[in-house]
């Protein structure tokens, strides 16, 4: 049984990308067979995150209009052998691609692999359409951003629209030390408001920037975010996994939990 | 609440940011751009002015969200705030 996930938030910038390639390393790190494919066109760079820009000869719009096999246009990853990229084209636009096509390259694609990650470009337009058009559940990524939660709510809608079973939430780069303050918004204010299912939170992490430096997702490392992935990915396979702690409770913390709490 | 909580409750930027959320969601949700707002708002000031004089300056409507009488939950509702200057005569 395979799944086609689309990774999607509205807003740009708030993480999507990075989000693809580190679900995608990490469920082939669980031993899945993955391709990611990079829906953004005219404006690629999952290949840069992933460290694999070097290697592309064909790209989705070659795939779509015949001159290769999708075979043919799929780079192997550099640890992963059962994880693909087939990479976005830079010199063409949206509307090379149409959804009925994507369709049916997503599911000529089902009978090779477990998981077909769609990485989704910013906006409602034809590139969020065609990536939509093949896709079995969603991922939508935010920040805890007045403007990033604003545009997943409409990317909701949009999705509830297009009869997407299943829609889950991941709220990246929250900082607790913020949030404690209460300069930020926290993951129950997110879900109070988007009022859809969790399925992780990623917190602000220096070593991610470090990580798309080098082309090398961090998924499965010490990091929180790396073990922030780790547990996203058990949990789109399925797999019951606890929402992760961000912080180590202090003694004090321990103690006024203790007293307020009973517990 | 916490018993903390009663100490450190303040207005800070998330709270505001909550607040702002909810509101402008409700009217994107509701697909209703402050335009239709505007016709809306028109469209009543037409009608109620034909019964009575109203103060159009006064006036305030929104879209904000409600209990729902049929047990529904929270729904969207159009509130109006209209002003009655006068009834107009001979009615």
Known sequence: ?????????????????????????????????????????????????????????????????????????????????????LPSAQTRDKTSVTPEQMKTLVDELREDFD???????????????NAIAGADRALIVTTPEVAAIRDADRIIGLLQAEEVKRIDLIINRIRLDMVKRGDMLSVDDVLDILAINLIGVVPYDEAI??????????????????????????RVTGEDVPMMKLEDEGFFRKLVNLITRGY | MG???????????????????????????ANCSPETME?????????????????????????????????????????????????????
Request: net charge neutral; hydrophobic share 40%; glycine share 10%.
């Open chain 1, 1 to 85: 049984m395979s799944e086609v996930i689309v990774i999607t938030s509205g807003k740009g910038g708030v993480g999507k990308t990075t989000t693809t390639a580190n679900i995608g390393t990490g469920l082939a790190q669980l031993g899945k067979k993955v391709v990611l494919i990079d829906t953004d066109i005219g404006l690629r760079n999952l290949d840069v995150v992933m460290g694999l820009e070097n290697r592309i000869v064909y790209n989705l719009v070659d795939v779509v209009e015949g001159n290769c096999r999708a075979k043919q246009a799929m780079i192997k990853d550099k640890k992963y052998p059962d994880l693909y990229l």
């Open chain 1, 115 to 129: 998981y077909i990650i769609l990485d989704c470009p910013a906006g409602i337009e034809q590139g969020f359409k």
């Open chain 1, 209 to 234: 920037v470090v990580s798309t430096n080098e082309g090398e997702p961090l998924v499965g490392s010490s990091s929180k975010s790396g073990q922030a992935y780790v547990n996203i990915c058990r």
């Open chain 2, 3 to 29: 018993f903390f909580d009663v100490f450190f409750k303040k207005k800070n930027s998330s709270n505001t940011a909550k607040e702002r959320l909810k509101f402008v969601l409700v009217s994107d949700r």
């Open chain 2, 39 to 91: 016709m809306i708002k028109n469209d009543i000031i037409e009608v109620i002015s034909k019964y009575m004089e109203i103060d159009v300056a006064g006036l305030d409507i929104q879209i904000t969200q409600t209990e729902s009488e049929g047990g529904n939950g929270i729904v969207p509702a159009i509130y109006a705030n209209i002003p009655i200057k006068e009834l107009k005569a001979g009615r």
